[in-house]
């Protein structure tokens, strides 16, 4: 049975580093402990939450394999709920390999990835949503990221899914006392929406607005700069980078793969894009260049189109326009240290009022303060940035809510259409089993493995 064994693995990166922490967790634990672990002041009281000093010791106890910190943290009072050992020794492979083959051959299984996690959800001591927001933490990208991922941690959206659901179970009783009072007559009907169905479905709206947001300080932008060859594009990525990363000359058709590079702004992580200029392509290499641009764009978070003012627009400058009239594009007429050979209002008209369009050099570096600013208010709203607001940052929570929400407004549909309770009841029960997906209260033990096996070795 998956929890009666004891599991270990290591904790730290596996590599050169001053110390690894090797973690043990399970029934015989200690037991395992106290046969590689030889105290240095001859005797070891394992106190929980106590570090000793003292060597760690092959099978016969003859050969010492390292010297190093042991501690053991008493059930339940420990990260999985279960006895907990830590052996901190010295970070590298050799030793890490040497302790981790004794400890099996005591007794441990080295463990699965996302593991430990898996029995701290087991054993109550994290929701699933905390141990999904810890892993995130882990593989955060940006310090929002990783504050997002904290505050998930310390439990503010398993409380907002508590409140949804009590707000559900409340609407529910309203609509289960309306059926019970009727059971005898054949229309169980309600008359009026319960005030919580409403408050429940503003806040998982709340919820739901986030995820863009959330999305683009977790995951990071894609932000594609487009324009025909020449304009300054390789030019644009080195200057927003402040690497040479791609080749500028001023022979057209030179960048023929993506480049990318990502850059911090604004703590949104963003993977800027490089592409092959857009012309009728002149070889097969740059052929294929063009094709990869048409294809990216279509992942693309922000489009850059790139104009170069210093030469009269081309036929290969419409079709780039063309193709990007709506969606979040950012026009930057570039070179503008150069003499104009045409005015900015011939090309506002093509494009949504909207749109922002930017003047800059790419060159001097004119201009690039507002492009950076722009392509940070284009991926995160300013409203879901303020502290404490609960943010959705994984998609399988966001799916979650987005079911329920359906539930829900079919629930209150029913009721406005003078309907039998039955049928709101029968939605908001539904509701509850998907708020219930997101904490894990009820969840397959398949999507749970899926969930675990995606996180970190150790964790
Ligand atoms: N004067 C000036 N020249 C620029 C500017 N940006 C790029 N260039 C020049 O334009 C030529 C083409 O630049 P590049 O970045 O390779 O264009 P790409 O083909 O669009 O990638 C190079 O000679 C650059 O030095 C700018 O803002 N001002
Ligand atoms: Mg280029």
Known sequence: MLLQDTIAALATPFGLSGIGIIRISGPEALEIARLIFQPSNGSCPWKSHHLYHGDIVSADGKTILDEG??????????????DVIEINCHGNPIIIQSILSQLQERGC?????????????????????????????????SAKAYAMGLSQLKGSLSKEIEDLRLLL??????????????????????????PQINQALERMQLLLSSYSSARAYAEG????IT?????????????????????????????RDLITDTININGVPVHLIDTAGIRE???????????????????????????????????????????????????????????????????????????????????????????RNTITDLSVSSEDVNAGSVMIT??????????????????????????????????????????????????????????????????
């Open 69 to 82: 910190l042991i501690s053991y943290m008493r059930k339940p009072h420990s990260f999985t709920g279960e």
């Open 109 to 141: 299984r080295l463990a699965r990835h996302g593991e430990f996690s898996q029995r701290a959800f087991f054993n109550n001591r994290l929701d699933l949503s905390q141990a999904e927001a810890l892993s995130a933490m882990i593989c955060a990208k």
């Open 169 to 194: 179970i409340d609407a529910l009783a309203l609509l289960e006392a309306a059926i019970d009072f009727t059971e005898d007559t054949s229309g169980e009907k309600i008359t009026g929406t319960p």
């Open 221 to 224: 932008v894609n932000v594609i």
């Open 227 to 255: 324009g025909k060859p020449n304009v300054g594009k390789s030019s644009l990525l080195n200057s927003l980078t402040g690497r040479k990363k791609a080749i500028v000359t001023d022979i057209p058709g030179t960048t």
């Open 281 to 371: 392509p002149q070889n097969a290499i740059e052929k294929e260049g063009i094709s990869l641009v048409w294809e990216s764009l279509a992942n693309a978070d922000v489009v850059i189109v790139m104009l170069d003012i210093s030469k009269p627009l081309t036929d290969e400058d419409k079709i780039i326009i063309d193709k990007n009239t709506s969606g979040n594009i950012i026009v930057a007429i570039n070179k503008i240290d150069l003499p104009r050979k045409w005015e900015e209002n011939i090309i506002k008209e093509l494009f949504s009022q909207e749109t922002k369009i930017l003047k800059i050099s790419a060159k001097l570096g004119n201009g690039l303060e507002e492009l």
């Open 394 to 459: 994984n998609l399988r929570h966001k799916q979650a809510i987005e079911k329920a929400f359906k539930n829900i407004q079919n629930a209150k549909e029913s009721i406005a259409n003078g309907m039998s309770a039955e049928f709101a009841a029968f939605d908001l029960r539904e509701a509850l089993d998907s708020l219930d997906e997101i904490t894990g209260k009820k969840i397959n033990d398949e999507i749970l493995d899926k969930i675990f096996s995606s996180f970190c070795i150790g964790k």
